[in-house]
């Protein structure tokens, strides 16, 4: 059975995540120890919490290490913005694994950015299989990312500006909502980031 490591840096909710997880067919740890990171298939960096807290939280090297490898790397909304370069919520570095910025929404929308939004996808990828062109994913963020490469865009959001709501880049992942919450269609990202492992 697949293993997927959630890291544990002591923001958010993990609950529903690991749940949605094992739902898909993985086992699950929800960790920060190097060993089990070392010894699982992917590794979720979950989404709920503040910069700053997770980035101190985090196992920063084990993390940057196991993605340098090839080890699948998914992030969930706080999680995919730490796979950035640069976050001004905590004006300090991300992970540095994928090149572009983490910026606050703009003051002409009500800030957080929370509910359901339309995820429009934008390009063709295994994690998105099934997915239907247009659909409603469940979104709680103040934050959004500016990636350098347009191309790791799968698909797109719009809320006062337009940002990447799900990004593929090699063996790392991420989306701005959270699939957990947001029924069958985001289970079935879940489910097929689990299908990328097998």
Same mark, same amino acid.
Request: charged share 20%; aromatic share 8%.
């Given at each position: @059975?697949?293993?997927?490591?959630i890291?544990? &840096?002591?923001?958010?909710?993990? $609950?529903s995540?690991?749940k949605?997880i094992? !739902?898909?067919?993985a086992?699950?740890?929800?960790?920060?120890? /190097?060993?089990?990171?070392? =010894?699982?298939? +992917?590794?979720v960096?979950?989404?709920?919490?503040?910069? *700053? =807290?997770? @980035? *101190? %939280? @985090?196992?920063?090297?084990?993390?940057?290490?196991?993605?340098l490898?090839g080890? /699948?790397? !998914?992030?969930?909304?706080l999680?995919?913005q730490l796979l950035?370069?640069y976050? %001004?919520?905590?004006?300090?570095?991300?992970l540095?694994?994928v #090149?572009?910025?983490v910026?606050?929404l703009p003051?002409?929308?009500?800030?957080?950015?929370?509910?359901w939004?339309?995820v429009?996808?934008?390009?063709? $990828?295994p994690?998105?299989?099934e997915? /239907?062109a247009?659909? &409603? @994913?469940?979104?709680? $963020?103040?934050y959004?990312?500016? +990636?350098?490469d347009?191309?790791i865009?799968? +698909?797109? *959001? #719009? &809320?006062?500006?337009?940002? /990447? *709501?799900i990004?593929a880049s %090699?063996n790392?992942?991420?989306?701005? !909502?959270?699939?957990? #919450?947001?029924?069958? $269609? =985001?289970? #079935?990202i879940?489910?097929? !980031?689990?299908?990328l492992?097998?």
């Amino acid at each position: @059975m697949v293993k997927i490591s959630i890291v544990d &840096y002591g923001v958010g909710n993990l $609950h529903s995540i690991r749940k949605a997880i094992e !739902f898909s067919g993985a086992k699950v740890l929800v960790t920060k120890d /190097p060993k089990l990171l070392r =010894g699982c298939d +992917a590794i979720v960096l979950p989404g709920v919490g503040a910069f *700053s =807290g997770a @980035m *101190s %939280e @985090m196992p920063k090297e084990i993390v940057i290490e196991e993605a340098l490898s090839g080890k /699948p790397i !998914f992030g969930i909304c706080l999680g995919m913005q730490l796979l950035f370069e640069y976050n %001004e919520e905590g004006n300090g570095n991300g992970l540095c694994l994928v #090149k572009g910025r983490v910026v606050r929404l703009p003051n002409t929308v009500k800030i957080p950015h929370i509910g359901w939004n339309i995820v429009e996808i934008v390009k063709n $990828h295994p994690i998105v299989e099934e997915i /239907p062109a247009q659909v &409603y @994913m469940y979104f709680v $963020h103040s934050y959004y990312v500016q +990636a350098k490469d347009k191309e790791i865009s799968l +698909a797109n *959001s #719009k &809320y006062g500006v337009e940002f /990447p *709501s799900i990004i593929a880049s %090699e063996n790392i992942f991420g989306t701005q !909502f959270h699939p957990e #919450k947001s029924g069958v $269609h =985001g289970l #079935k990202i879940i489910k097929n !980031f689990v299908s990328l492992l097998k």
